[in-house]
């Protein structure tokens, strides 16, 4: 069992910074990689970034790269996401999972936290 909890969530401007936090707990050796979602209010779930914990090796989607970094901190079992450049469309639930292989589809990630709320305004 692995407990992830998220943070960071808050209201910002758009073209400000964020970052979310992902603290990991429980048998977190039995995890390949982390990923991050998000999900805006009357659509799917949808991936954003994924590090795989063996060589930090990251994967981001188009709509976000360039914009957001994924990274890791090994010694507090965290996994971050900084969000530079907020776009209002980046209003969503943003949530940390776990899987055990390297993708980005989201029924491959089977432990999820409690998401966390951003919310860019204009």
């Known amino acids: 069992q692995v407990q992830l909890v998220e943070s960071g969530g808050r209201l910002v401007q758009a073209g400000g910074s964020l970052r979310l936090s992902c603290a990991a707990s429980?048998?977190?050796?039995?995890?390949?990689?982390m990923g991050w979602f998000r999900q805006a209010p009357g659509k799917e779930r949808e991936f954003v970034a994924r590090?795989?914990?063996?060589?930090?090796?990251?994967y981001y989607a188009d709509s976000v790269k360039g914009r957001f970094t994924i990274s890791r901190d090994d010694a507090k079992n965290t996994v971050f996401l900084q969000m530079n450049s907020l776009k209002t469309e980046d209003t969503a639930v943003y949530y940390c999972?776990?899987?055990?292989?390297?993708?980005?589809?989201?029924?491959?990630?089977?432990?999820w936290g409690q998401g966390t709320q951003v919310t860019v305004s204009s």
């Open positions: 590090i795989r914990w063996s060589d930090s090796s990251t």
């Open positions: 999972a776990s899987t055990n292989i390297l993708t980005t589809r989201v029924s491959a990630y089977y432990y």
């Open positions: 429980g048998r977190t050796f039995s995890s390949y990689a």
